[in-house]
């Protein structure tokens, strides 16, 4: 039962290059969630996909994109990285979008130099 | 917008009981969450209160609610080293997407 799985677990990028995260759940989840996590700030949502075929911005999408290829798979991309991008991406899903709580991956800790 | 407030760091003694305190704006909030994150892994939901409860226990964990004064707590009985983690306070009103705390990073001393 693998859950939420994330690749890579680490990258360290330059300032200007591009890449995507990777996200896969094996739970037939409908929602799918991208999270960036920074010291004392909790959790912000960056994008979710409420349901196979739908996207939504969240609290902070600038500098971001995300695909939901799939209702297995949901990818979060930065086109021109910048250094204020640093930090732990955490993808989460949920059954639906109401009222339960998430089951979250282990993170991607992405460091933009 | 919503706001969810927690202390950042918290220190107690193994076997000692572990008092997480958090503070939500939502009066609307529907769903109050915690949940732990140990080192270099995801959150993990540890238990959940509806807004209808006063309080919730499930094995070593009890949690309070007043209503009132958006107060939530997490106790944590007996506390021991592997209960070293960052607890997250969240709150969600119905159809919206939850709203995370800081979290708190509880350390446990032998």
């Known amino acids: 039962n693998a859950g939420v799985t994330q690749t890579p677990k680490f990258q360290v990028l330059k300032t200007g290059q591009s890449m995507t995260l990777q996200c896969a759940q094996d739970?037939?989840?409908?929602?799918m969630y991208w999270y960036r996590q920074d010291p004392g700030m909790g959790l912000r949502l960056i994008y979710y996909?409420?349901?196979?075929?739908?996207?939504d911005k969240g609290e902070v999408p600038n500098g971001y994109n995300v695909s939901r290829l799939n209702k297995r798979e949901f990818s979060l991309r930065l086109e021109s990285a910048a250094p204020s991008q640093t930090s732990v991406y955490f993808c989460?899903?949920?059954?639906?979008?109401?009222?339960?709580?998430?089951?979250f991956g282990s993170g991607t800790r992405l460091t933009v130099v | 917008g919503e706001d969810v407030e927690q202390s950042l760091f918290l220190s107690v003694r193994e076997g000692d009981s572990s008092v997480i305190n958090c503070t939500y704006t939502?009066?609307?909030?529907?769903?109050l969450y915690w949940y732990k994150q140990e080192p270099g892994a995801g959150l993990q939901l540890l238990t959940y209160?509806?807004?209808?409860?006063d309080m919730k226990q499930d094995q070593r964990l009890t949690v309070l609610l007043n209503k009132k004064d958006k107060h939530l707590s997490l106790r944590i009985a007996d506390t021991q080293t592997g209960d070293s983690a960052i607890y997250f306070c969240?709150?969600?009103?119905?159809?919206?997407?939850?709203?995370f705390g800081p979290g708190t990073r509880l350390s446990v001393l032998p």
């Open positions: 989460a899903s949920s059954p639906t979008s109401e009222n339960y709580g998430y089951t």
């Open positions: 939502d009066s609307s909030s529907t769903y």
């Open positions: 209160i509806f807004s209808n409860m």
């Open positions: 969240a709150e969600r009103s119905y159809g919206q997407n939850f709203v």
């Open positions: 739970m037939n989840h409908n929602s």
């Open positions: 996909s409420a349901s196979e075929g739908t996207t």
